[in-house]
Every structure is written in structure tokens, then in C-alpha cells.
């Protein structure tokens, strides 16, 4: 069995900053791509940021030069800085990975900000 267990998000003021954690827990071989998504309300859900064993990463343009994606190996942890926070990010926030050649979803954590 494989859970992913997030934490963080939170009502923020616009400007404001939060971070996100996920930990991948249960049986792992392995972890590959790891990553952030949002589903805003009434939208589909959206990449954020992802981020490869070797730590490449991709962001979505809405968040570039804003948020940071982060991994540890060791612990199986990924986590999102989040600065400058805008009320368009307000949406609830997933983490995804690769884990043992499948994709996991956390259950989602939200954020909100307020202008």
C-alpha cells in the first residue's frame, strides 16, 4: 500500500507565502516524477510544478518565478514554496508521484487567498 500524505495550505492574504508537503508513505521501491497540481473552483485540475528524480522541474507560467518546488530523496517528500501568493491561486492543491511504476494522488489540500 501507497499513501501520499500532504500537509500545509491554509487561508494566506494576497502577497502572503505557504508551503506545501507531501510524503510518500508504504511500500517504495521507487519514485520517479513527483509533482504539484491545483483544481481551482469550477475549473479542471491544472499542473503547477513537477520534478524528476534528478530534480529537473517544470512549472506552469502562472507560477514561474513564484513557487519552487522542492525533493528529498532520503525522506520521499516532495514540497511547494509559494510566495506572492494571488487570489487566482486559490484552488485546492493535490501531489502526485510516480511511486513503483504507478501514479499516486494525495487527497488534496486547500489553499486560499484573499485579496
Known amino acids: 500500500q501507497v499513501r501520499l500524505v500532504e500537509s500545509g495550505g491554509g487561508l494566506v492574504q494576497a502577497g502572503g507565502s505557504l508551503r506545501l508537503s507531501c510524503a510518500v508513505v508504504?511500500?517504495?521501491?521507487?519514485?520517479?516524477?513527483m509533482g504539484w497540481y491545483r483544481q481551482p473552483p469550477g475549473k479542471k485540475r491544472e499542473l503547477v510544478a513537477t520534478?524528476?528524480?534528478?530534480?529537473?522541474?517544470n512549472y506552469a507560467d502562472s507560477v514561474k518565478g513564484r513557487f519552487t518546488i522542492s525533493r528529498d530523496n532520503f525522506q520521499n517528500t516532495v514540497s511547494l514554496q509559494m510566495n506572492s501568493l494571488k487570489p487566482e491561486d486559490t484552488a485546492v492543491y493535490y501531489c502526485?508521484?510516480?511511486?513503483?511504476?504507478?501514479?499516486?494522488w494525495g487527497q488534496g489540500t486547500q489553499v486560499t487567498v484573499s485579496s
Open positions: 502526485n508521484a510516480v511511486v513503483n511504476l504507478h501514479e499516486y
Open positions: 508504504g511500500s517504495i521501491f521507487s519514485i520517479s516524477t
Open positions: 520534478i524528476t528524480r534528478g530534480r529537473s522541474t
